[in-house]
C-alpha cells in the first residue's frame, strides 16, 4: 500500500466523510460536485526517505484539510461551531491513524490553521500538518532490483 492509500483507509474509517486527494485547485474543483463534510488530503510537495537494513520507508510531509459547508454570510457563531466540528473530525482522524499502526503515532503538538473563503464553494475547515512515518515500507531484497520490488514484498 502507498502512503496515499494508508490515509485513504484511515479517511474510509470515519462516517459520512468524503475523501478527496488532490491539489488545492483541482479540489476546489471538485468539491462543487462532492458532498460535505470532507477530507482533503493536500498532494505532498516534500518527505523524506528512511533506509534501513530491511525496508526504506517513505515519510511525507502531508497537509490534511477538514472542510464543512457553511452559509455565504456566516456569522462568527455559526463558523465557530464548524470549526469545531472541524477539528472534532481531525481528533478522530488522528486517534484512527494511531490506531491503524500503518504510521508511528502522532503525539505532542499537532497545530492547526482555520480558513475560510479559501474556495469557490462555502466551506469553513481547519488544515493540521504532519509528517507521516510508515511502520512498513518497501522490503529490500539484495538479490532483486528496486523495480521488482512491491509495497512489502517481493514480486512473485
Known amino acids: 500500500m502507498t502512503v496515499e492509500q494508508k490515509i485513504k483507509s484511515v479517511v474510509d474509517q470515519m462516517k459520512g466523510v468524503t475523501y478527496i486527494f488532490d491539489n488545492w485547485q483541482t479540489a476546489n474543483v471538485r468539491l462543487d460536485k462532492l458532498p460535505l463534510p470532507a477530507v482533503l488530503n493536500v498532494l505532498p510537495v516534500s518527505g523524506n526517505f528512511q533506509l534501513g537494513p530491511t525496508q526504506l520507508k517513505d515519510y511525507p510531509n502531508c497537509m490534511l484539510a477538514f472542510m464543512d459547508k457553511t452559509s455565504f454570510d456566516f456569522d462568527g457563531t455559526d463558523n465557530d461551531a464548524i470549526v469545531e466540528k472541524c477539528k472534532n473530525m481531525a481528533k478522530e482522524f488522528i ?53 521488482d520490488i512491491v509495497y512489502g514484498r517481493a514480486k512473485e
Open 95 to 147: 486517534l484512527l491513524l494511531n490506531r491503524s499502526r500503518l504510521f508511528e503515532p502522532i503525539s505532542g503538538s499537532v497545530p492547526y490553521s482555520v480558513f475560510y473563503d479559501k474556495l469557490n464553494v462555502n466551506v469553513t475547515g481547519i488544515t493540521i500538518s504532519i509528517q507521516l512515518k510508515e511502520t512498513s515500507g518497501i522490503v529490500l531484497c539484495p538479490s532483486r532490483s528496486v523495480k
